[in-house]
């Protein structure tokens, strides 16, 4: 906890520097205006890289596919968004290599090959979707009455 506080803190420093010697550059108003300029253009970015992420998982789901590439890669986008959010060109800066497809396809498929996951007698385990079966087939006949 006492790593994430400082490394908080030290973005923050971070930002300020960053922001002041920008401001000292091209002025107070501009860099003002340049932050909430990235923060719409990221914003609308996130939401469409978003939308195309969640178009491909659930394209995965009908195939049957575990989605781990989609998922993380949705958690990437959060990440971008929040980044987005707080004042700064460094956070800017990071979640704009986020919003790089290529780059976090690469990024999730590391996470998730890193991760042991399976999934076990859920409904991805089987072929297409299909429920697993254990060779036992119980077969009979139903009669409704209403």
Known sequence: MGKLLLGLVGLALLEMVVLIKVGSVIGALPTVAL???TALVGSSLVRSQGLRTLMEAQHKMQLG???GRE???????ALAGLLLIIPGFVTDIVAVLLLQPALRNRLADKLVGAGHFTVRGGPFDG???QPPSDGHTIEGEYERKD
Do not use: A, D, F, T
């Open 71 to 77: 998922v993380m890669s949705g958690m990437m986008l």
């Open 35 to 37: 932050v909430i300029l």
């Open 65 to 67: 596919e575990l989605p």
């Open 127 to 129: 072929p297409k979707g």
